[in-house]
Structures are given as structure tokens and as C-alpha cells.
Antibody, heavy 116, light 112 residues
Framework: EVQLVESGGGLVQPGGSLRLSCAAS????????MNWVRQAPGKGLEWVAS????????NYVDSVKGRFTISRDNAKNSVYLQMNSLRAEDTAVYYC?????????WGQGTLVTVSS | DIVMTQTPLSSPVTLGQPASISCRSS???????????LSWLQQRPGQPPRLLIY???NRFSGVPDRFSGSGAGTDFTLKISRVETEDVGVYFC?????????FGQGTKLEIK
């Protein structure tokens, strides 16, 4: 059974940092791009970042470029999102997602709240 | 960036009746590999999104056959043949043909 379990969310002050983790199981991790998608409270979905199987390609939405870094550890079947210089508008539930071409597996999400 | 526009944004439907949601992209979603990476997702309250349809018309594992997708190029449609209570939620189209991947605004399906 495919499972994606996010962790690392919480309350952080503007300008602060958080590192999100996503532990994957139930599939061959190295076969897939991995992604982060977020959803602000009461709002729609926004793709945040994607990382290729071997980390040779990473892509980001413009609003997080230079502040967020996606990475993965294939030995640990995990993907990460390092978030720096956080802003109020980054407040959202962050979902880990396997693949975007067939986006069939999502984690339950982890809530990030940026507030003073 | 490719803009995805859904209509309607709200759809009150009678149980047992059909429902249809349209999604239009600001440019063609045909990828250089020949595929069209247009998906439909359902999100029930308090739940993560669930994949219904991928590559325009392919139902994902476990999705009832009352859900169907169609379209090509820039115009796509999700149809529910007979709406059931469990179909209440928000529906999103999503394109993964080009970065940044983008979503429609969402269509709220509710029962009349």
C-alpha cells in the first residue's frame, strides 16, 4: 500500500524557517518525481515544488524561488521541503504528492502557520 | 504560466441527476511526448485531494464508472452520470504538461 506521511509543520514567526519531511513507503521511491502542493485555508490548490528521481532537476513556483528548497534522500525514501524567510502568505496545509502526471497518491498534509 | 479556468464555480445538483464541470486552459496541454497531462481531482471536506481522472479520460484505481473525462487541446470536461451524496465536495482540474503545474479554481458540487 502506498503511503506518504508528512511531518514538520507548525507555528513559525514571519522570517522564520521550517523543514517539512515526507516519508514514503509501499512503492519504488526512485521511480518517481516527488512534489509538494499547498492549500491556504479555505482556498484552492497550489503546486509548490518538484524534484526528479536523481535530484538532477528541481522546479519551483515563482513565489517560493530563492526561499524554499526541495530535496530527497533515496536511501531513506524521503522528500523534504526546507522553507526559509517564511511569510504570512505561506500559511497553508502542505501535501506531499507522488508524481504529477498521474497524481494518484497524496499525504494527509501538514499545517504550516506563519504568524507573530 | 498556463491558466486553468473552471466553470461553473458552484453546481447545485439533484441526487441521481448528471453533473458536468468544464475546464479550459490558456494554452494547449499537449506535451512534447504526445500525452495530455490533464487530471481531475475531488476534495471532500477535511480530506486531501483524491485523483479521479488522469490524462483526460483515464479513471484512476477504485473510481466509480459514473465519473468520466473528455476533451482535447484546451477544453476538458468532467461528467458525473448520476450524482450521489458522497460526490459532494470540490473538484479541481490540474495540468502537469508544463511547469509551473497549475490548478483550476475549484468547483463546489452540492446537493439541491
Amino acid at each position: 500500500e502506498v503511503q506518504l506521511v508528512e511531518s514538520g509543520g507548525g507555528l513559525v514567526q514571519p522570517g522564520g524557517s521550517l523543514r517539512l519531511s515526507c516519508a514514503a513507503s509501499g512503492f519504488t521511491f526512485t521511480n518517481y518525481w516527488m512534489n509538494w502542493v499547498r492549500q491556504a485555508p479555505g482556498k484552492g490548490l497550489e503546486w509548490v515544488a518538484s524534484v526528479k528521481q536523481d535530484e538532477s532537476e528541481k522546479n519551483y513556483v515563482d513565489s517560493v524561488k530563492g526561499r524554499f528548497t526541495i530535496s530527497r534522500d533515496n536511501a531513506k525514501n524521503s522528500v523534504y521541503l526546507q522553507m526559509n524567510s517564511l511569510r504570512a502568505e505561506d500559511t497553508a496545509v502542505y501535501y506531499c504528492l507522488r508524481g504529477m502526471w498521474i497524481p494518484g497518491y497524496w499525504g494527509q498534509g501538514t499545517l504550516v502557520t506563519v504568524s507573530s | 504560466d498556463i491558466v486553468m479556468t473552471q466553470t461553473p464555480l458552484s453546481s447545485p445538483v439533484t441526487l441521481g441527476q448528471p453533473a458536468s464541470i468544464s475546464c479550459r486552459s490558456s494554452q494547449s496541454l499537449v506535451h512534447s511526448d504526445g500525452n495530455t497531462y490533464l487530471s481531475w481531482l475531488q476534495q471532500r471536506p477535511g480530506q486531501p485531494p483524491r485523483l479521479l481522472i488522469y490524462k483526460i479520460s483515464n479513471r484512476f484505481s477504485g473510481v466509480p464508472d459514473r465519473f468520466s473525462g473528455s476533451g482535447a487541446g484546451t477544453d476538458f470536461t468532467l461528467k458525473i452520470s448520476r450524482v450521489e451524496t458522497e460526490d459532494v465536495g470540490v473538484y479541481f482540474c490540474m495540468q502537469a504538461t508544463q511547469f509551473p503545474n497549475t490548478f483550476g479554481q475549484g468547483t463546489k458540487l452540492e446537493i439541491k
